[in-house]
């Protein structure tokens, strides 16, 4: 196995980072695959509760970086899926205790052995990022379609490339369909000429991620979910399948829009 | 007509996703280039200043800005002249 590296990194923070790792996570094993994520984010681990594996930690990232632990020992595996991983990042040091060459080098021991390595980035362009992008061969940018996040992910690509990193690609999450028809959020065609890149998926706000998230099992799981949904076409798009991208730009109810303007009989 | 064309494009002037755009494309502009708005000022007074040395131009239809075309980044100065008539009126 040679094992692909992503790095889910925005910038901002509070977009989805770590929601959008442990899906990502959990739809690429549904299809079999054998996926290691990293929790990069020294000092404010979460990615354990997102993928409700905070209970079993011994080890952490930290300790096989300092040779307390081997690679094997922290790697948590997953209570639903055979083949999903977790190293956890260690919740009390800081972003200093690794550096981006400890990361190249845990990566080359995983690419060994799994598909997909999974980094989940820290907020932020510091050291923190830094690690997170040293190993990635390609980077999964998370922006939410409001001015700052979209700031941000500029920011991020802008600095991907200076790091010979690739553009990456985009992945909007929190679209609220309505809104965008409205007029009153960015469209994903408007993201998408300002920041000029590859788009991977897009995630609609859906409370099902909240009500996953505080139980600890991601919406992928729940195939009733639209966020899970999305975040398993993004796996499949990963894949290398031709999935289309669904429309959240209510562009599909132009003839409703229609229909109530004329009932409207066309005043304001 | 075009209230007609906005409201089924949900796309009205007074759209605020119209308005979070537009700002996007001038900060990201900025941002990319890491000009600050301030110092496009000064070369915008300077580049008038030059020009007006040999060229009559009025300094408040000058224009200068940044912009994007994918993610390279241009400098575009729009320098009117002044209509012929005028011109030769002022002489």
Known sequence: MTAKVLTVTSGKGGVGKTTATANIGVALALLGQKVVCIDSDIGLRNLDVVMGLENRIVYDLV??????????????????LPELYLIPAAQTRDKTAISPSDMVRICDELREETDWVLIDSPAGIERGFRNAIAASDTAIIVT????????????????????EKGPGKLIINRIKPELVERGDMLATADILEILAVDLLGLVPEDESVLISTNRGNPAALDSKSKAGQAYRDIAGRLMGE??????LDGTDNLRKRLARLMHRGGGS | MSGLWDRLTG??????????????????????????????????DEIIRVISEHIDVDP???????????????????????????RRRTF
């Open chain 1, 63 to 80: 300790d096989v970086v300092e040779g307390r632990a081997r690679l094997r020992q922290s790697m948590i595996k997953d209570k639903r």
């Open chain 1, 144 to 163: 939410n379609p409001e001015v700052s996040a979209v700031r941000d992910a500029d920011r991020i690509i802008g600095l991907l490339e200076a790091e």
């Open chain 1, 242 to 247: 031709p999935i289309p991208f669904p429309s």
């Open chain 2, 11 to 44: 796309h009205g002037e007074r759209s605020s996703a119209r308005t979070a755009k537009d700002r996007l494309i001038v900060v990201l502009s900025h941002d990319r280039s890491e000009i600050e708005p301030g110092i496009l000022e000064k070369i915008k």
């Open chain 2, 60 to 86: 408040s239809t000058v224009q200068i800005r940044l912009f994007s075309e994918g993610r390279e980044q241009h400098l575009r100065a729009d320098v009117p002249l002044r209509p012929p008539s005028r």
